[in-house]
T-cell receptor
Framework: QKEVEQNSGPLSVPEGAIASLNCTYS??????FFWYRQYSGKSPELIMS????GDKEDGRFTAQLNKASQYVSLLIRDSQPSDSATYLC?????????????FGQGTILTVHP | DTEVTQTPKHLVMGMTNKKSLKCEQH?????MYWYKQKAKKPPELMFV???????INESVPSRFSPECPNSSLLNLHLHALQPEDSALYLC????????????FGPGTRLTVT
């Protein structure tokens, strides 16, 4: 079982729609959760971090965390073509992996006009 | 300011060459990281430095040699690389080696011929 799994893509949504990206993780001791956006040929850019159960909103982005279900998601409201990118879910685990960020395989999002 | 800088942007080297990648941050972060990213894959952790000391080495071949001269600088020395080492090399930093957000630099695109 992969440590961090993201919903298989690619995901295509029309401009103005809500894009929903999902991620599950296997380590119940995981402490911190991050979403990165990566444009083609560029480096990952941190767009959201979430540490406790519930929702966290930042502009058009909402991260949701459910530790009991080991699930974290990212909602992008009013999607724009400029949101087209690969979205990486990253999880920080404790224990012997302390200091290591584990990434999912990424979900490619395309927002079409 | 969440800027991590990396030089050079691009590097082409032969298998017998010795070269170095450089990373710098002035955010007062005490943890710095090297990642390797192949096309269409997530970043893969190579090394973690915490307070200028190597704290994680993800079983990276000895042809990659990291160095942390001070709290702001991180180098990756390259020697006798193989063509399969061609990738995007990413540096990141975080406040500490813990649950904190990691910020990535723009990366060095390395091609080994």
């Amino acid at each position: 079982q992969k440590e961090v799994e993201q919903n298989s893509g690619p995901l295509s949504v029309p401009e103005g729609a809500i894009a929903s990206l999902n991620c599950t993780y296997s380590d119940r001791g995981s402490q911190s959760f991050f979403w990165y956006r990566q444009y083609s040929g560029k480096s990952p850019e941190l767009i959201m971090s979430i540490y406790s159960n519930g929702d966290k909103e930042d502009g058009r982005f909402t991260a949701q965390l459910n530790k009991a279900s080991q699930y974290v998601s990212l909602l992008i409201r009013d999607s724009q073509p400029s949101d087209s990118a690969t979205y990486l879910c990253a999880v920080f685990a404790g224990g012997t992996s302390y200091g290591k960020l584990t990434f999912g395989q990424g979900t490619i999002l395309t927002v079409h006009p | 300011d969440t800027e991590v800088t990396q030089t050079p942007k691009h590097l082409v080297m032969g298998m017998t060459n010795k070269k170095s990648l450089k990373c710098e941050q002035h955010m007062g972060h005490r943890a710095m990281y090297w990642y390797k990213q192949k096309a269409k894959k997530p970043p893969e952790l190579m090394f973690v430095y915490s307070y200028e000391k190597l704290s994680i080495n993800e079983s990276v071949p000895s042809r990659f040699s990291p160095e942390c001269p001070n709290s702001s600088l991180l180098n990756l020395h390259l020697h006798a690389l193989q063509p399969e080492d061609s990738a995007l090399y990413l540096c990141a930093s975080s406040l500490d080696r813990g649950t904190y957000e990691q910020y990535f630099g723009p990366g060095t695109r390395l091609t080994v011929t």
